[in-house]
């Protein structure tokens, strides 16, 4: 019952009771009525006060438990199907833009555009949705990411491809992120963790799956043929989602100033400035290895079939890890487990990549460093919710995802950095991975004591 009804009902007790004092003190028992009319009357508006206050009670709003699953997974369901859509690899035939200076650096810049304008449209796309609701942004980010994708397949120059795959289906990623975002947090409470690791798993078997057609259908029917499969393969995908992803409780639409579809106000609260930068760092480490482990497999003499095995086992034990890790947080809490992946994942990199030399350690490697570094992605949105609630999540967790653009040049400083180095190769590769992870465990603990003092509580 609410804090209005439980006031309601006691005013209306209130006043029935001082009707009953009046009736005693203008109707005296002895003067006008025997004990027993006097008995009646009194259980007569007894039943009247109680008939009352039983009428408020009916009519006042309940509260029902909160929302743990039931129709929610099924909007989980369409949200892993939203993430293996856009998961995209800079993948494409290379001949195909034959006697271009460079092909190889200038192609590679459709990658980082995508995830440029994907982070860096979440704010905008934030701003769409608050206007047009959650459904109509959802059809356009499905609109986007496979037009983008089709008309990348009639590209016949290299910047056809940087407004295409890059710019168009860059902003149809961020429509979608921003709705499977903002909607999967009203279905759950306790198991919100498990759920949005789920969905974020469905990045990493996306980057399984997506690269093994676009090879089979590029080698029968070419490069152009190929985004345009994919493109109807995502769109079938995204059609999934749009019959499957609503609201809990849908809003009623209203206008809305600029500063309340964006509230950076939470810029504000130190917790969240804690955890973004953390974050942010940790980042930075991230890209290394699937940038450069295949390289540095080469450079120490195993086949390109090794190197490229590598990554795919560590793309294949992220969309494992991502799974067990919200299904752990749910445990023992959402930023232990975050901050305890990102701690094993500085481990793997200073204590067994940097001695690893023989293709069975760098598959430990994979392994360990695939598993525990994708927390961040799975546990963005618990962690978000837990700081500042529902209201505010979805606006955040935009303008912290908008701040990841910036991890993205990780790889070109840590290039800069190795080149500038006259140390062993890759080995500035391996420590830049590792500190950068090693700091981020430091801000994110940090960060865990500042929101609770005992080391030991489940947050």
């Given at each position: 019952m609410s804090v209005g009804s439980e006031i309601t009902i006691?005013?209306?007790r209130h006043d029935i009771g001082s009707q009953?004092?009046?009736?005693?003190?203008?109707?005296?028992?002895?003067?006008?009525?025997?004990?027993?009319?006097?008995?009646?009357?009194?259980?007569e508006i007894d039943k009247e006060r109680n008939s009352n206050i039983s009428d408020i009670e009916s009519d006042a709003p309940q509260t029902g438990e909160e929302p743990d699953g039931g129709y929610g997974w099924l909007v989980v369901l369409g949200a892993f199907f939203v993430q293996i859509a856009?998961?995209?690899?800079d993948y494409y035939e290379?001949?195909?833009?034959?006697g271009v200076p460079n092909v190889v650096v200038i192609l590679s810049f459709v990658g980082t555009l995508t995830s440029i304008f994907f982070y860096g449209a979440c704010p905008l796309a934030?701003?769409?949705?608050?206007i047009v609701g959650f459904r109509i942004t959802l059809f356009t980010g499905t609109f986007l990411v496979s037009l983008g994708l089709i008309m990348a397949g009639f590209s016949t120059q290299i910047w056809h491809l940087y407004i295409t795959q890059g710019l168009v289906f860059g902003l149809g990623a961020a429509c979608n992120y921003v709705v499977i975002m903002g909607v999967t947090p009203q279905w759950f409470t306790k198991?919100?963790?498990?759920?949005?690791g789920i969905i974020t798993s469905g990045s990493g078997i996306g980057g399984l799956i997506i690269p093994i057609i676009m090879n089979a259908i590029n080698q029968s029917l070419g490069a152009s043929w190929t985004f345009r499969i994919v493109g109807f393969l995502c769109f079938a995908c995204d059609i999934i989602a749009c019959c499957v992803i609503k609201e809990n409780k849908p809003k009623p639409k209203a206008k809305k100033k600029l500063s309340q579809m964006l509230r950076w106000d939470c810029l504000k609260d130190t917790n969240v400035l804690l955890f973004m930068i953390g974050s942010d760092i940790g980042l930075f480490g991230y890209f290394i290895p699937y940038f450069f482990l295949p390289s540095y497999a080469t450079y120490l003499g195993l086949s390109s079939s090794q190197g490229s095995s590598l990554v795919a086992v560590a793309a294949a034990c992220n969309f494992v890890?991502?799974?067990?890790?919200?299904y752990l947080a749910d445990a023992i809490g959402n930023i232990n487990t975050n901050t305890l992946c990102t701690f094993i994942t500085c481990v793997s990199c200073?204590?067994?990549?940097?001695?690893?030399?023989?293709?069975?350690t760098l598959m430990g490697f994979s392994v360990v460093f695939g598993f525990c570094s994708g927390s961040y992605f799975a546990l963005i949105s618990p962690i978000t919710t837990h700081l500042v609630g529902l209201d505010k999540f979805l606006s955040t967790v935009s303008i912290i995802r908008f701040t990841n653009v910036i991890p993205l040049f990780g790889a070109n400083i840590a290039s800069a950095i190795e080149g500038s180095l006259s140390s062993e190769p890759y080995f500035s590769y391996k420590m830049f991975a590792g500190v950068a992870n090693l700091v981020a465990t430091i801000i994110l603990l940090v960060f865990k004591l500042r929101v609770n003092r005992n080391f030991f509580a489940k947050i």
């Amino acid at each position: 019952m609410s804090v209005g009804s439980e006031i309601t009902i006691d005013k209306h007790r209130h006043d029935i009771g001082s009707q009953n004092e009046n009736m005693k003190t203008q109707v005296p028992d002895q003067a006008l009525c025997s004990p027993v009319d006097h008995q009646e009357k009194k259980v007569e508006i007894d039943k009247e006060r109680n008939s009352n206050i039983s009428d408020i009670e009916s009519d006042a709003p309940q509260t029902g438990e909160e929302p743990d699953g039931g129709y929610g997974w099924l909007v989980v369901l369409g949200a892993f199907f939203v993430q293996i859509a856009s998961v995209m690899q800079d993948y494409y035939e290379q001949n195909y833009f034959q006697g271009v200076p460079n092909v190889v650096v200038i192609l590679s810049f459709v990658g980082t555009l995508t995830s440029i304008f994907f982070y860096g449209a979440c704010p905008l796309a934030q701003i769409y949705a608050s206007i047009v609701g959650f459904r109509i942004t959802l059809f356009t980010g499905t609109f986007l990411v496979s037009l983008g994708l089709i008309m990348a397949g009639f590209s016949t120059q290299i910047w056809h491809l940087y407004i295409t795959q890059g710019l168009v289906f860059g902003l149809g990623a961020a429509c979608n992120y921003v709705v499977i975002m903002g909607v999967t947090p009203q279905w759950f409470t306790k198991r919100r963790g498990f759920a949005f690791g789920i969905i974020t798993s469905g990045s990493g078997i996306g980057g399984l799956i997506i690269p093994i057609i676009m090879n089979a259908i590029n080698q029968s029917l070419g490069a152009s043929w190929t985004f345009r499969i994919v493109g109807f393969l995502c769109f079938a995908c995204d059609i999934i989602a749009c019959c499957v992803i609503k609201e809990n409780k849908p809003k009623p639409k209203a206008k809305k100033k600029l500063s309340q579809m964006l509230r950076w106000d939470c810029l504000k609260d130190t917790n969240v400035l804690l955890f973004m930068i953390g974050s942010d760092i940790g980042l930075f480490g991230y890209f290394i290895p699937y940038f450069f482990l295949p390289s540095y497999a080469t450079y120490l003499g195993l086949s390109s079939s090794q190197g490229s095995s590598l990554v795919a086992v560590a793309a294949a034990c992220n969309f494992v890890g991502r799974i067990v890790t919200g299904y752990l947080a749910d445990a023992i809490g959402n930023i232990n487990t975050n901050t305890l992946c990102t701690f094993i994942t500085c481990v793997s990199c200073l204590l067994i990549w940097t001695f690893a030399y023989t293709y069975e350690t760098l598959m430990g490697f994979s392994v360990v460093f695939g598993f525990c570094s994708g927390s961040y992605f799975a546990l963005i949105s618990p962690i978000t919710t837990h700081l500042v609630g529902l209201d505010k999540f979805l606006s955040t967790v935009s303008i912290i995802r908008f701040t990841n653009v910036i991890p993205l040049f990780g790889a070109n400083i840590a290039s800069a950095i190795e080149g500038s180095l006259s140390s062993e190769p890759y080995f500035s590769y391996k420590m830049f991975a590792g500190v950068a992870n090693l700091v981020a465990t430091i801000i994110l603990l940090v960060f865990k004591l500042r929101v609770n003092r005992n080391f030991f509580a489940k947050i």
